[in-house]
């Protein structure tokens, strides 16, 4: 007996000298000399002492990191520092944040350890999901003594989850790619123990993904060193219920909160990495605060006891969209930034077309856009018609379309849509435009990407009169030049598609998942067919790009003008009028019986 207790006590030291060197290995590697000497710093400022023992506390962790009371978001922070505190061994989790712990945290939470572990799968995902998540307790009474009552289960995490449904959780590996490759750079791989609770019983409440969710909006637009209180704004007024009403929307891509309490890893790891691969960026500039020490006075040198204030930073007094769009505002802008790069939308978008300022039209749409020379984002909103359509132009606009199989996307009556396309617009006449990096996607009321196919190329086209279907279409097939005697009024619809009609009144998103995807791919989480037909309230298209695309633009249109002037005074010989007005009569475009208007 005896002996097994010195056996265990043989391999507990084991592990927390693995930990030891770990953390040791990652502070030599992931952090240069000046980080580290910061980091060790701000510990030190911020750390209480028990018994010799310097941590941090949840309060003190969230007050550094200035995490908004409002959000609710502290205590699952410290849920997940306490849980990757531990690693690479989750089973003695939650641990106590001393700063080897903090170490593990931070290089995990700014992905640094990359530099460590180029081995295998460096995906953080699956290591995140278990900081996130708690586990049914009352599934392991079966292993309890008889006479002994189990725990009451965990509320938020009671069996029945729709992704259990549609796929098995118990096929997801419970090994941790990451701890593995911690333990294999350390020539310790045979110590891996399975621990922790099997993934297949854990969730992640949907109050607690919400809340994250919110944090994680507000986040995704810092810079290295910048206050998270440069945006306090965002947490007042409408622009919090706008916050709230984004993470709704992102919490539906993960789970039908109406019907699931929780999210379980399987759709943890579906969604992410189609519609919301760059969600945990934020952490990044977040926790990289841990190294950058307040009481460390850069601006002095060795050869002077002081030295000028550096300059402002331009870029940070930037606002992070000049102008608020009546669909694009902060929130749906940090929405687009969780899966098209941050650094091409923060303080790089410009409205180039907005249909409540230039009117609903193909025309004024051609006119903004067209000569627009960098990758753009259009977003269109609108509220769902009846079915039958009661008003005589919601008829006229089904009568285009085949007759209604599938049944509406949700309950909710706003929908937003939108396209991403990193190719110039241009009109159509017979091959449509795009490439495999184009976008599909919607964001209200279920945030859902769909990327495109890289056989089926009827991305995007635009079609004025007379083509038999005019508009622009994302995934369908281009229309024909005119209507064929004979052959369907209606138009064609792509199996996963968006249509918009030529007077940008109505639209239509079609998701055939029957007949396996088009040029877009079907939903990976939403295996069914379902169709919205909207009328139109709200359509916008914005440039990504700086200073010089929009010169370009203006160079364009400067050199259209001169071109439409040129033409608009074409000089028929001399320059003399009589002379011009003799030369038109003998061709007979104007004298006698026929007026070719003034000449004046």
Request: proline content about 5%; overall charge negative; charged content about 25%.
């Amino acid at each position: 007996m005896g002996q097994g207790q010195s056996n265990g006590g043989a391999q507990h030291a084991s592990t927390e000298q693995l930990s030891h060197e770990l953390a040791i290995k990652f502070a030599k590697r992931c952090f240069n000399p000046l980080e580290l000497y910061s980091f060790q710093d701000v510990f030190k400022s911020l750390a209480d002492h028990q018994d010799s023992i310097a941590y941090l506390k949840e309060d003190t962790v969230a007050r550094f990191l200035e995490i908004p009371d409002i959000l609710g978001a502290s205590s699952i922070i410290f849920q997940m520092v306490s849980y990757l505190g531990a690693f690479p061994f989750g089973q003695d989790a939650p641990v106590v944040l001393g700063f080897e712990q903090m170490i593990m945290v931070v290089v995990i939470m700014t992905e640094r350890y990359q530099r460590v572990l180029k081995k295998g799968n460096k995906d953080r995902t699956k290591l995140l999901f278990r900081s996130l998540a708690v586990y049914d307790r009352g599934s392991q009474s079966e292993d309890m003594p008889e006479n002994t009552k189990p725990e009451e289960p965990i509320r938020s995490h009671a069996q029945g989850f729709a992704v259990d449904e549609a796929a098995n959780d118990e096929e997801e590996e419970d090994d941790d790619d990451l701890a593995l490759a911690a333990l294999e750079s350390l020539d310790a791989i045979d110590v891996f123990r399975h621990g922790d609770a099997p993934i297949n019983l854990a969730s992640i409440p949907s109050d607690n993904l919400k809340k994250l969710i919110m944090l994680l909006l507000l986040i995704a637009p810092l810079s290295t060193q910048e206050s998270l209180a440069r945006h306090a704004e965002r947490l007042s007024g409408d622009q919090l219920e706008g916050l709230r009403k984004t993470a709704d929307n992102i919490l539906a891509a993960f789970v039908n909160v109406e019907k699931f309490p929780g999210v379980k890893i399987h759709q943890f790891n579906t969604v992410i990495p189609i519609s919301l691969p760059f969600l945990f960026n934020g952490f990044n500039p977040f926790f990289e605060h841990f190294l950058f020490s307040k009481n460390i006075d850069f601006t002095k040198r060795k050869d002077s006891s002081t030295a000028p204030l550096p300059p402002p930073d331009l870029v940070l007094d930037q606002p992070l969209l000049q102008h608020t769009g009546e669909i694009l505002d902060l929130n749906v802008l940090s929405q687009l930034s969780f899966f098209l790069p941050g650094a091409a939308l923060f303080r790089q978008l410009r409205l180039l077309y907005s249909g409540g300022d230039a009117g609903f039209s193909m025309g004024s749409f051609e006119t903004k856009v067209f000569n627009w020379r960098a990758p753009t984002i259009l977003l269109v909103s609108g509220n769902r018609i009846s079915d039958p359509p009661e008003g005589g132009q919601e008829r006229a606009f089904t009568d285009t379309l085949p007759p209604k199989r599938f049944p509406d996307s949700s309950k909710s009556t706003r929908v937003v849509f939108g396209i991403y396309t990193a190719q110039h617009w241009r009109q159509t006449h017979k091959e449509c435009f795009g490439d495999t990096d184009t976008l599909l996607f919607q964001l209200e009321p279920v945030h859902e990407v769909f990327h495109a196919s890289s056989i089926n190329k009827d991305y995007i086209s635009f079609s004025k009169p007379p083509s038999a279907h005019s508009g622009i279409a994302f995934g369908c097939p281009h229309p024909k030049a005119k209507q064929t005697a004979g052959l369907s009024t209606h138009v064609s619809l792509g199996a996963v598609s968006l249509l918009l009609d030529s007077s940008f009144e109505f639209g239509v998103f079609t998701h055939n998942y029957t007949s396996g995807g088009g040029a877009f791919h079907n939903s990976e989480t939403r295996k069914h067919d379902f169709q919205d037909r909207f009328e139109v309230e709200s359509l916008e298209v914005w440039g990504c790009g700086g200073d010089a695309e929009a010169e370009q633009q203006r160079q364009r249109w400067a050199w259209e003008e001169r071109e439409a002037e040129a033409r608009r005074r074409v000089n028929l010989g001399t320059g003399d009028i009589e002379a011009d007005r003799a030369l038109l009569e003998m061709a007979g475009l104007i004298g006698a019986n026929r007026s070719g208007g003034s000449m004046n």
